[in-house]
């Protein structure tokens, strides 16, 4: 497969190169292909009102992608969602899983907790939404003639992304489409004939996610009724705004929905639950509108997903606040710990009970058995166990990344590093940490990148593919009433960075060609 990355991209003399770094500057602040620039670029000091905003980290040309392996991550997706939805309507199972985890992880632990005190007072919303995202990576080791498809990870919450990816794939697309006459912004290149990367249809996918859940929580149950919107629950000083306000703009200007913004720390400032209302409606107050009520239909969390959400106890009772409350959760507690590492973990595994079977049991074995395959080889590092051996041997290291149970990019611990980092901490927290092998990119594959700060990189990198997916269903029976798959996002990262967030600075924003 090596052929098709052979003078790719086509290189660039110095003024094609200007030409290309400002058309896209130009195009990315015309377009909202925007984030706000990070402390490091832009001090407080020099922009103390928050005002300024910069190109989101892009490459200057699509990846080639394999067509089969791009099928087949979206053509997965619609039984991915229902894997999910199944998992997290097993109560009892996910709190086995999470047993070991709630002894020495204090934000699992928390979890939970939060899950159990609303149970005890009864959950009044048995709907549940999941906006997913399934990353991958290409896997072409050395040996291999045909590469295959190789699950990175499972995103259940807060899955980014959406809006600026379906950006870089239009701006990719008008650059191939250069008219006639006018100067073209890329030279020529076999894979640029008669090719535009693939249609990103990712906002619409995930707003109408969102507005069928709004539409599925019926009408006010507040007396008098109010009129209803969706809440989005999101980070302080949140870099990441313009991909949120794509979705939100679909919501208010497509499907007529009222949407707002609220800033995790004031959630209990500007909600609340009555406590004379059975039902438990969620009442959102604008304080920019004095005496004006919503109710809250859906809440969609754009944060809580790390520990550093949770500065105090006020942060948990927030989270506790909307789990207990009547609007549709996206996603709810039991949902987020679905998409722990140990799960992924748990469904790979090779001996023992086939847990992806039993959660598949209604869908074609054949279909299973391709889910499967996008699985890499991972272990726990139970004492006397395979994970433990190869983990702390530096040879068998070499192959493996450690993985905590964390989203967000920024946390693992990779080859060589990994045997000293073990032994570094307590044994007893080795629990807290996936050991996966490594998927094995294609080493030829190159790009340039454009930086928030204008910085231009060019070298060998390493692509992950993240496919979108909406579902919704009813944790009470399991009944789904929603499921589809629908949108695109492209990462990628210089070849000797292990880390792969854009939101953590890792990695640029690019679309694909299919060959």
């Not at 919303?125 to 291999?144: F, W």
């Amino acid at each position: 497969m090596g052929e098709i990355y052979t003078n790719y991209p086509p290189p660039l003399n110095p003024a094609q190169k200007e030409y290309l770094v400002t058309t896209i500057k130009d195009w990315a602040t015309q377009n909202g292909l925007l984030v706000r620039p990070a402390p490091s670029f832009v001090s407080k000091e020099i922009d103390p009102a928050g005002v300024l905003a910069t190109n989101a980290p892009v490459t200057l040309f699509p990846s080639p992608f394999p067509k089969s392996c791009f099928n087949e991550a979206t053509a997965l997706q619609t039984v991915y969602n229902r894997l999910y939805a199944a998992i997290t309507c097993n109560e009892a199972w996910i709190g086995k899983i999470m047993e070991d985890l709630i002894d020495v992880d204090d934000f699992i632990s928390h979890l939970w907790k939060v899950h159990l005190a609303v149970k005890k007072e009864g959950y009044v919303q048995t709907l549940s939404l999941g906006l997913y995202r399934s990353d991958y990576m290409v896997h072409a080791p050395s040996n291999s003639t045909k590469p295959s498809l190789k699950q990175v990870e499972f995103n259940t919450i807060s899955s980014s992304f959406g809006g600026l990816s379906s950006l870089v794939r239009s701006l990719h697309t008008e650059l191939l489409n250069s008219p006639p006459g006018n100067p073209i912004a890329y030279p020529s290149h076999p894979l640029f004939e008669s090719n535009v990367p693939p249609e990103n249809t990712a906002v619409e996918t995930l707003s109408a996610g969102l507005a069928a859940a709004h539409n599925a929580y019926g009408p006010s149950k507040s007396t008098p009724t109010l009129p209803t919107c969706i809440l989005f629950l999101v980070q302080e000083n949140e870099r990441n705004i313009f991909d949120q306000l794509a979705l939100s703009r679909q919501l208010t200007k497509v499907h007529k929905i009222p949407v707002f913004r609220l800033l995790s720390s004031e959630i209990l400032d500007h909600t609340s639950v009555p406590s004379s209302n059975p039902s438990r409606p969620l009442i959102y107050s604008p304080p920019h509108s004095p005496g004006t009520q919503f109710e809250v239909t859906t809440t969609y969390l754009r944060c809580f997903y790390a520990p550093g959400d949770f500065k105090s106890e006020r942060d948990w009772e927030a989270r506790t606040h909307v789990e207990r409350s009547a609007a549709i959760k996206c996603p709810t507690v039991l949902n987020q710990l679905s998409g722990c590492k140990i799960v992924q973990q748990v469904l790979a595994e090779t001996t023992g009970p086939d847990h992806l079977a039993s959660f598949l049991h209604d869908t074609d074995p054949a279909v299973v058995a391709r889910l499967r395959e996008t699985f890499a080889p991972q272990y726990d590092l139970s004492s006397g166990g395979r994970g433990r051996d190869l983990a702390l041997n530096v040879e068998t290291a070499m192959d493996h990344v450690l993985k905590p149970q964390r989203e967000g990019g920024g946390n693992n611990i990779y080859k060589e590093a990994i045997p000293d980092f073990l032994r570094s901490i307590p044994e007893s927290e080795w629990k807290r940490w996936i050991l996966m092998e490594l998927i094995r990119p294609p080493t030829e594959a190159k790009n340039v990148a454009l930086r928030t700060d204008g910085e231009v990189l060019s070298g060998e990198v390493i692509g992950e593919l993240g496919v979108y997916g909406t579902i919704m269903w009813d944790q009470a029976d399991g009944n789904v009433s929603h499921n589809e798959q629908g949108g695109w996002l492209m990462r990628t990262k210089s070849k000797d960075v292990n880390e792969g967030g854009v939101a953590t600075g890792f990695s640029s924003l690019d679309s694909i060609l299919l060959y």
